[in-house]
């Protein structure tokens, strides 16, 4: 059980837009640290895609972009892409734990 | 060309050792922090360690503390990973990733830019 809570799965028809929630608590999002977003195609390495809540690194689409509120954060695709079909994680720093923390992860399919 | 290229995986036995290498190209090895993460089959990322530019500081997961022991040599631009007293939930690919911005293990991060294609890891009897 991972200690910052993604949904398994979402889906969406190609040019829509679909959010994909990272939740967590008082000692890591809840308490100010930042999260980063990684897209993992199938048997590749993952590559970072959203830095320090919202930024996006060179590269990376704007159709891409996060959010973060109180305990937990967002990551958001507009225009969906046949190409965005990728697993998703969420990371963030925990202090009850002193060390990073991954979401489980979430299978994005575009129909 | 950034790249990060993992070595020294295999199948071991439980209770038996490993070290894996990381050899970094491309870049000011020792302007960054380094981790080490791990994707057991079917599952999802898992941070493993972290260690700081000069070696100063290092972090462990709670399920490799006191097993693994995470290290640098900034003059082989190499990262390496001592896995003692592995268990069959050792079992992973295990990939070395790059600190975006920052040169500790765990503040100012800006995430893992950089990340090698892992090398596998399986304890089995």
Same mark, same amino acid.
């Given at each position: 059980?991972?200690?910052?809570?993604?949904?398994?799965?979402?889906?969406?028809?190609?040019?829509?837009?679909?959010?994909?929630?990272?939740?967590?608590?008082?000692?890591?999002?809840?308490?100010?640290?930042?999260?980063?977003?990684?897209?993992?195609?199938?048997?590749?390495?993952?590559?970072?895609?959203?830095?320090?809540?919202?930024?996006?690194?060179?590269?990376?689409?704007?159709?891409?972009?996060?959010?973060?509120?109180?305990?937990?954060?967002?990551?958001?695709?507009?225009?969906?892409?046949?190409?965005?079909?990728?697993?998703?994680?969420?990371?963030?720093?925990?202090?009850?734990?002193?060390?990073?923390?991954?979401?489980?992860?979430?299978?994005?399919?575009?129909? | 060309?950034?790249?990060?290229?993992?070595?020294?995986?295999?199948?071991?036995? %439980? @209770?038996?050792? $490993?070290?894996?290498?990381?050899?970094? &190209?491309?870049?000011?090895?020792?302007?960054?922090?380094?981790?080490? +993460?791990?994707?057991? %089959? @079917?599952?999802? $990322?898992?941070?493993?360690?972290?260690? &700081?530019?000069?070696?100063?500081?290092?972090?462990?997961?709670?399920? +490799?503390?006191?097993?693994?022991?995470?290290?640098?040599?900034?003059?082989?631009?190499?990262?390496?990973?001592?896995?003692?007293?592995?268990?069959?939930?050792?079992?992973?690919?295990?990939?070395?990733?790059?600190?975006?911005?920052?040169?500790?293990?765990?503040?100012?991060?800006?995430?893992?830019?950089?990340?090698?294609?892992?090398?596998?890891?399986?304890?089995?009897?």
């Amino acid at each position: 059980q991972s200690v910052l809570t993604q949904p398994p799965s979402v889906s969406g028809a190609p040019g829509q837009r679909v959010t994909i929630s990272c939740a967590g608590s008082s000692s890591n999002i809840g308490a100010g640290y930042d999260v980063h977003w990684y897209q993992q195609v199938p048997r590749t390495a993952p590559k970072l895609l959203i830095y320090v809540n919202n930024f996006r690194p060179s590269g990376v689409p704007d159709r891409f972009s996060g959010s973060k509120s109180g305990t937990s954060a967002s990551l958001a695709i507009t225009g969906l892409q046949a190409e965005d079909e990728a697993d998703y994680y969420c990371q963030s720093y925990d202090s009850s734990l002193s060390c990073w923390v991954f979401g489980g992860g979430t299978k994005l399919t575009v129909l | 060309e950034v790249q990060l290229v993992e070595s020294g995986g295999g199948l071991v036995q %439980p @209770g038996r050792s $490993l070290r894996l290498s990381c050899a970094a &190209s491309g870049f000011t090895f020792d302007d960054y922090g380094m981790h080490w +993460v791990r994707q057991a %089959p @079917g599952k999802g $990322l898992e941070w493993v360690s972290g260690i &700081s530019w000069n070696s100063g500081s290092t972090g462990y997961a709670d399920s +490799v503390k006191g097993r693994f022991t995470i290290s640098r040599d900034n003059a082989k631009n190499s990262l390496y990973l001592q896995m003692n007293s592995l268990r069959p939930e050792d079992t992973a690919l295990y990939h070395c990733a790059k600190d975006r911005y920052s040169s500790s293990w765990y503040t100012n991060s800006h995430g893992m830019d950089v990340w090698g294609q892992g090398t596998t890891v399986t304890v089995s009897s």
